[in-house]
């Protein structure tokens, strides 16, 4: 049970990527603040910000569709894609890489990032992802946080967080814009996906979104790593919602209960409507949030 949302993962990934008709992928883009965009296709949400000098990118999506996302980012400025980051090593947010970094944009990630994209990643019930090209690797790589300073206002911090969607997730957060990208720790519209496999832990998940709810306040705009840009009033609900389905959890898991008795509480129901219709279904999140708990 435990590789069951790995290999959900592999298989909506490999599916959809053979089934999926790029050439009726449209990039749509929303402005988020002054220079600040969110770009939405087909795979993890874009953020572009553009600064002085050069333009920046967060997670670029599939690679059938760079040549579209590079003329999206042309709609808003002709400055050169300097550096490209990426949120975690998830096809849908890196399948880009490498033809960005041919064009000369340099590609910025965390150390497990480059890692988990450098070798053979298992996926459980014996499938893998195979390692990445060279060229689609980060060739920038941090252990905690990162600066990027815009222009002589703004900045981009780039700060790695607990181990949540995977072990190298990273926000990315402009404090003078007031707007914070969130990679897969915030899915708005659906259940968290922890991938098992490459780290995850619902503990994370509860300890960033207490971070951020922290840090912002409630004029922020939020990208999502996947769903529409939203505020931090939806954040803290979803907050809520984990806590408390981490607590359910818990409780059966230390009361003995299998997995399968816990399924069987159906610990999720009063969610399932507005966050289980999606990728990650009521029993995925609480298998996973049963096998992420450490007893
Ligand atoms: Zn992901």
């Not at 949540?164 to 990315?172: L, P, W």
């Not at 069987?264 to 609480?286: A, H, K, M, V, Y």
């Amino acid at each position: 049970m435990k590789y069951t949302i790995a290999l959900a993962f592999c298989m909506t990934i490999s599916m959809s990527y053979a089934q999926r008709d790029w050439d009726n992928v449209e990039i749509k883009t929303e402005k988020v603040a002054d220079d600040i965009y969110a770009l939405f296709g087909s795979g993890g949400n874009i953020g572009l910000a553009v600064g002085a000098d050069y333009a920046y990118l967060i997670d670029d999506q599939f690679a059938p569709l760079s040549d579209k996302i590079m003329a999206a980012v042309r709609e808003k400025t002709d400055k050169p894609i300097k550096f490209l980051v990426n949120t975690h090593w998830h096809g849908d947010h890196t399948g880009g890489n490498a033809k960005f970094a041919k064009s000369g944009t340099v590609i910025i990630a965390h150390d497990a990032v480059r890692m988990r994209m450098a070798t053979v990643q298992e996926r459980g019930e014996g499938r893998s992802s195979q390692p990445s090209p060279y060229e689609a690797l980060p060739k920038i790589t941090y252990s905690d946080q990162l600066k990027i300073h815009l222009d002589s206002t703004r900045t981009m911090h780039i700060m790695h967080v607990n181990p949540s969607h995977t072990d190298g997730d990273s926000y990315i957060y402009f404090p003078e814009s007031n707007v914070i990208h969130m990679g897969d720790n915030f899915s708005n519209g659906g259940y968290p996906y922890i991938d098992l496999n490459s780290g995850g832990d619902i503990d994370g998940f509860i300890r960033n979104h207490n971070m951020v709810l922290f840090l912002i306040d409630d004029e922020t705009k939020i990208i999502p790593g996947h769903g529409p840009v939203t505020n931090r009033k939806k954040l803290m609900a979803y907050r809520d919602m984990l806590v408390r389905l981490r607590t359910r959890v818990k409780k059966a898991k230390s009361s003995g209960k299998t997995l399968e008795e816990t399924l069987n509480l159906r610990l999720s129901s009063e969610w399932d409507d507005e966050f289980g219709q999606g990728f990650i279904d009521p029993t995925e999140i609480i298998s996973s949030i049963y096998w992420s708990l450490d007893d």
